[in-house]
């Protein structure tokens, strides 16, 4: 025991035991606060999360439909994909390209030719688009769109058909000039 400048004693256990409860209330409060935080947080990702996918069905997935759908009757494949099951993703987005069969080799193996990827993301509240190269996932940039998106969607869907064409060319060049095909 320890005892004070009149000579009593003190008693630094019941003092201890005020601080670390009042420790333990802030700590506790701190921890509330921040489980609150993240859960605001994540429900406000989610509420932008379903606006942004709402918007690419909307405004974005039925033009790269009827795109599909007239470049396949031409014999050429296209693949859309979305992350719109990923809800933990950082924005929605679709992906436009054409990638598949287009012809065979001398050896009767099937070729593939890919595209560039055009990429169509909503971040909750706006457009963007970029182009990803046939080799990489993601675009080296991309652009809001701050009006009709329909112009945009066309124009990267044009980059993306053109990219599979120099693809298949530039496979042709080369069995060509191996005399491969």
């Known amino acids: 025991m320890i005892t004070n400048k009149a000579g009593g004693r003190d008693e630094p256990e019941h003092q201890f035991k005020e601080i670390a409860r009042a420790a333990l209330e802030r700590s506790a409060t701190r921890r509330a606060a921040e489980v609150k935080k993240v859960e605001h947080a994540k429900l ?32 050429v494949p296209v693949e859309i994909l979305t992350n719109f099951a990923e809800a933990g993703a950082p924005q929605a987005h679709v992906v436009f390209e054409c990638c598949g069969r287009f012809w065979s080799n001398a050896h009767g193996e099937v070729e593939l030719a890919a595209s560039d990827r055009a990429v169509f993301f909503h971040d909750g509240t706006d457009f963007h688009v970029g182009i990803a190269k046939s080799f990489s996932k993601r ?39 191996a005399q491969r095909c």
């Open 139 to 177: 675009p080296d940039s991309r652009s809001r769109v701050d009006d009709d998106i329909a112009p945009r969607v066309l124009a990267a869907v044009e980059v993306v058909v053109d990219s599979f064409f120099q693809d298949v060319e530039r496979r042709c060049r080369y069995c060509n000039s």
């Open 44 to 75: 406000e990702h989610e509420r932008r999360f379903a606006a942004a996918v709402d918007a690419l069905k909307l405004s974005v997935i039925p033009l790269l439909e009827r795109a599909k759908l007239a470049f396949e009757s031409e014999g």
